[in-house]
């Protein structure tokens, strides 16, 4: 069963160029999501947590500046800027509440190539 | 800051031998603690969990004991198939059941079988 479906799920980046990914939540019981970057080596990191529409956070890394929007219940959004190296960016949720609250459960990701 | 170190780079094994990946980890509090499975052109999948001391987590023939003396949680199966290659990620959280998606990556290990 599909929990997130993210697009686009892969994207050619003109160095310089901004690039919009969005996320959307198929399943309620897991209101809490987040974004994390893998990057070329394949390490996982985590950007952002954000719980209620409205949220909005920015982050810069090494590589990329991020800037992160919770739109509803059901969306999230996340900017990409200044991109030097390709990585690929991955939507999650988790139930947030319970013993389990914090188990992450994946989309299939987008993929950004720097041209 | 907490960290997860797990058995570097590449491990590779003929059909029907005995799994093992490291994971040794470093935290504050007592965290739970994760496994995660990546195949290729996919987002990362969640394998099983731990919370406490001793508590094993287990899945499709894999397991780990959480181990809070020795702090690791190193992932075991008895008999691996070619449907077992794949990268193997171990994780922790810092904030066990209070629904943070923070979670701390290893920088994963790549199981193959030989041909």
């Known amino acids: 069963v599909t929990l997130l479906e993210q697009n686009p799920r892969w994207r050619l980046v003109p160095r310089g160029q901004a690039v919009n990914l969005r996320c959307i939540l198929k399943n309620s019981q897991y209101p809490w999501m987040s974004w994390y970057q893998q990057d070329l080596q394949k390490q996982l990191q985590w950007l952002f947590t954000l719980r209620s529409p409205g949220d909005k956070e920015v982050k810069s890394l090494p590589g990329a500046d991020y800037l992160a929007t919770r739109v509803t219940d059901t969306e999230l959004r996340l900017q990409v800027a200044n991109m030097s190296q390709g990585r690929t960016l991955y939507c999650t949720c988790?139930?947030?509440?319970?013993?389990?609250?914090?188990?992450?459960?994946f989309g299939e990701g987008s993929r950004l190539i720097v041209v | 800051g907490d960290s997860v170190t797990q058995t570097e780079g590449q491990v590779a094994l003929s059909e029907e031998d005995f799994l093992t990946i490291h994971c040794n980890y470093s935290?504050?509090?007592?965290?739970?603690l994760f496994w995660y499975v990546q195949y290729p052109g996919e987002g990362p999948q969640f394998l099983f969990r731990?919370?406490?001391?001793?508590e094993k987590g287990s899945s499709r023939g894999f397991e780990a004991t959480y181990n809070k003396e020795a702090t690791s949680f190193h992932l075991q199966k008895a008999s691996v198939q070619e449907s077992d290659s794949a990268v193997y990620y171990c994780a922790l959280s810092d904030l066990p059941g209070t629904g943070s998606n923070r979670l701390t990556f290893g920088k994963g290990t790549k199981f193959s079988l030989i041909p």
């Open positions: 935290a504050s509090g007592y965290p739970a």
């Open positions: 731990a919370s406490r001391d001793k």
């Open positions: 988790s139930p947030g509440t319970g013993g389990a609250g914090n188990t992450l459960y």
